[in-house]
């Protein structure tokens, strides 16, 4: 056998490997963060157990400690609790070299052992758990914008009904579905083992980077240092979020069309070259064939010139869907 197809057998196979055994980590565990909460303030779980029960691969643990102090691991983890995903930097590392090598094997053998194909099928794979964790972000925070105005009104008729703040907090901990559910009964955790209410309040909006939730934190900050009537208050923003969430949901359908349109139109190139590759290799492989790319590399430029019109029609195209309210 080929020494290279040996190697990219192998690679493939030990990131396979790697890979599942991250998944299986990761999904069987919680966050360690909530189970020393969940310790703490529910269940009475004693705090050497709950550490020693977080596990963890050996080499993502070895990877977690080595990236940990760095400010990539900062932002991916900020990244990660703001998507909900259970897992470290180090285990995000592993699931990125993994995507890296599957797709550029991927594309190594799709082009008969193309390293330009292998090249580009990395940078894809280097792409593909960032747009990920972004959808997964951005979904959850939809979801909990459209349920905040409903839990503004049970926070309301708590407060009227002579609960306090916090005690409304844990009636919406107790009443709404997740996410919002699970946010803010950790913040109702962290308060109960000390943390203060405005510090508990900045860690639920770093963890869901809303406007229409700062306005709320906002709102509960002013009223507890200058007082107030806090339930008129969140009255009259719950009726100006949830008229904003009516003309953000009619902006997405309006622009929905466009989003599509703009998605489509950037993958398509790659669809059909990838079809064209299938169908007949020989009349596309002459773009990347070293005799048909001399004296200039037209074949390599006309497909860096390709890659970059399509992602400059999508970002133009994306461009056009943002609209502030």
């Given amino acids: 056998m ?3 197809i040996f190697l990219w057998i192998a690679g493939v196979l030990v990131a396979a490997v790697i890979g599942l055994s991250v998944y299986l980590t990761i999904s069987g565990q919680r966050s360690a963060e909530e189970a020393r909460l969940d310790a703490f303030a529910e269940r009475g779980i004693p705090v050497d157990e709950t550490l020693s029960a977080k596990g963890g691969s050996v080499v993502s643990e070895w990877l977690s400690r080595k990236v940990a102090k760095t400010s990539w691991a900062d932002k991916v983890s900020k990244e990660l609790v703001q998507a909900d995903l259970k897992m470290k930097p180090g285990e995000y590392l592993l699931i990125l070299i993994v995507s890296v090598l599957v797709v550029a094997a991927f594309g190594f053998f799709l082009g008969s052992k193309s390293f330009l194909l292998a090249l580009i099928g990395g940078f894809v794979g280097f792409l593909l758990p960032g747009i990920y964790i972004r959808s997964q972000k951005n979904r959850r925070l939809i979801k909990f914008n459209n349920q905040l105005g409903d839990m503004l009104s049970l926070m309301v008729n708590g407060l009227r009904a002579g609960f306090s703040t916090l005690q409304a907090m844990e009636s919406v901990a107790k009443e709404m579905p997740p996410p919002i559910s699970e946010e803010f009964r950790r913040v109702v955790q962290e308060v109960s083992l000390g943390v ?10 770093r963890r869901i980077p809303s406007e229409d939730l700062d306005l709320v934190i906002t709102a509960i900050k002013v009223q507890r240092e200058v007082g107030g009537n806090l339930a008129e208050i969140l009255d009259t923003i719950s009726h100006t979020i949830r008229e904003r969430v009516r003309i953000k949901g009619e902006i997405r359908v309006l622009t929905a069309q466009m989003k599509f349109s703009a998605q489509f139109l ?7 070259f990838v079809g064209i590759l299938v169908v007949n290799r020989e009349y596309l492989l002459i773009l990347i064939d070293p005799e048909a790319n001399t004296p200039l590399p037209c074949g390599f430029i006309a497909i860096a010139v390709a890659i970059l019109l399509s992602i400059i029609g999508y970002i133009v195209m994306n461009r056009f869907t943002k609209i502030e309210v």
């Fill in 2 to 4: 080929n020494p290279v």
């Fill in 196 to 205: 203060s209410t405005e510090k508990a309040l900045d860690n639920l909006l």
């Fill in 266 to 272: 950037a993958l398509l190139p790659a669809f059909v």
